[in-house]
């Protein structure tokens, strides 16, 4: 059976950082397209980052320059590094992963994606 499960999250101040992992069993994920995800209550799941198996990266405008994602395909496990964390930041995180190969203009969307982590909860407050 494949899976994804996230890790990571937690309650951290404003300015600091955190890293979320996404651990992928039931296959190698090498080839899998995955990606991260965060929902804030009373608002839709938006798009966070993104990574190819090709090592091609995605960032939404909102988190361009502080949040950083990348893979140990050994480990089968896909990370995001998060800095300069702002209340805004605050949601549950998703990870998510498709074997379809999705083109790169698919990336963004949640239907992409085949599975599915249960979320890890970040929240930045002071």
């Known amino acids: 059976q494949v899976m994804v499960e996230e890790s990571g999250g937690g309650l951290v101040q404003p300015g600091a950082s955190l890293r979320l992992s996404c651990a992928g069993s039931g296959r190698t994920f090498s080839t899998a397209a995955m990606a991260w995800f965060r929902q804030a209550p009373g608002k839709e799941r938006e798009f966070v980052a993104a990574?190819?198996?090709?090592?091609?990266?995605y960032y939404s405008d909102s988190v361009k320059y502080r949040f950083s994602v990348s893979r140990d395909r050994a480990k089968n496990t896909m990370y995001l590094q998060m800095n300069s964390l702002k209340p805004e930041d605050t949601a549950v995180y998703y990870c998510?992963?498709?074997?379809?190969?999705?083109?790169?203009?698919?990336?963004?969307?949640?239907?992409?994606?085949?599975?599915w982590g249960q979320g890890t909860q970040v929240t930045v407050s002071s």
């Open positions: 990574s190819r198996s090709n090592g091609a990266t």
């Open positions: 998510a992963a498709d074997f379809g190969s999705p083109i790169s203009s698919y990336m963004r969307y949640a239907t992409t994606y085949e599975y």
